[in-house]
């Protein structure tokens, strides 16, 4: 019988997902790497092929939700070109990555953030560096791309001539916060939000 071959992109994947749910289950630090391993189905060894240690799962952990969410919303971007078009689409693409995570991944992605870049633990004297560059870096990618658009939206005439990077900052931090709210509260829905923000937005809350 031929040995079977392993999928190394998924056994790590997998190891991922059940880290995640139980580190916002249980918490980071009540976690152990037995847990995960069972809850993967794997050997507890199985997981040291894959991660050095926990801290190396979560922080891999955060580097894959943050690539998949650039590659979710950069999807929604390829195609558009107009500036109006350009701010939906990321909108869109927020909305569609948020809802590909599961709550308790999201959870447990905040906190670990939280804990990592306020408090001096051992994974932020490793990861610490990384994490802000990474969040860093992703907010000033699209906030650039938000602000070329309303650069455009005001040479066409079509946008009031305010300061476009104040204004890509604007909605990269309404799509922040929002999805902060979502986290913790399952009954918002973030794709109606986000119509009533590109509403406000696009056409003024007053009525005169």
């Given at each position: 019988?031929?040995?079977?071959?392993?999928?190394?992109?998924?056994?790590?994947?997998?190891?991922?997902?059940?880290?995640?749910?139980?580190?916002?289950?249980?918490?980071?630090?009540?976690?152990?790497?037995?847990?995960?391993?069972?809850?993967?189905?794997?050997?507890?060894?199985?997981?040291?092929?894959?991660?050095?240690?926990?801290?190396?799962?979560?922080?891999?952990?955060?580097?894959?939700?943050?690539?998949?969410?650039?590659?979710?919303?950069?999807?929604?971007?390829?195609?558009?070109?107009?500036?109006?078009?350009?701010?939906?689409?990321?909108?869109?693409?927020?909305?569609?990555?948020?809802?590909?995570?599961?709550?308790?991944?999201?959870?447990?992605?905040?906190?670990?953030?939280?804990?990592?870049?306020?408090?001096?633990?051992?994974?932020?004297?490793?990861?610490?560096?990384?994490?802000?560059?990474?969040?860093?870096?992703?907010?000033?990618?699209?906030?650039?791309?938000?602000?070329?658009?309303?650069?455009?939206?005001?040479?066409?005439?079509?946008?009031?001539?305010?300061?476009?990077?104040?204004?890509?900052?604007?909605i990269y931090s309404y799509?922040?916060?929002?999805?902060?709210?979502?986290?913790?509260?399952?009954?918002?829905?973030?794709?109606?939000?986000?119509?009533?923000?590109?509403?406000?937005?696009?056409?003024?809350?007053?009525?005169?």
């Amino acid at each position: 019988m031929a040995p079977k071959i392993v999928n190394k992109r998924e056994k790590r994947e997998k190891i991922i997902h059940c880290a995640v749910d139980l580190f916002a289950e249980k918490g980071f630090a009540d976690t152990t790497v037995k847990e995960i391993a069972d809850a993967a189905h794997i050997g507890k060894g199985t997981i040291y092929e894959y991660f050095d240690s926990k801290e190396e799962i979560l922080m891999s952990a955060f580097r894959y939700y943050v690539s998949r969410g650039v590659k979710t919303i950069s999807a929604e971007l390829r195609d558009a070109t107009e500036p109006e078009e350009i701010i939906t689409a990321f909108l869109r693409g927020m909305a569609k990555h948020f809802h590909s995570v599961s709550q308790q991944a999201a959870i447990s992605l905040f906190v670990f953030q939280v804990e990592s870049i306020l408090s001096r633990s051992k994974i932020f004297e490793k990861y610490g560096d990384e994490i802000l560059k990474i969040k860093s870096n992703l907010g000033a990618k699209f906030i650039k791309e938000l602000s070329n658009a309303i650069v455009c939206a005001q040479k066409d005439g079509k946008f009031k001539k305010i300061d476009h990077n104040t204004i890509a900052m604007i909605i990269y931090s309404y799509i922040s916060g929002i999805s902060l709210f979502a986290i913790f509260d399952k009954s918002i829905d973030i794709q109606e939000t986000n119509n009533v923000f590109m509403d406000i937005f696009f056409n003024g809350i007053t009525t005169f």
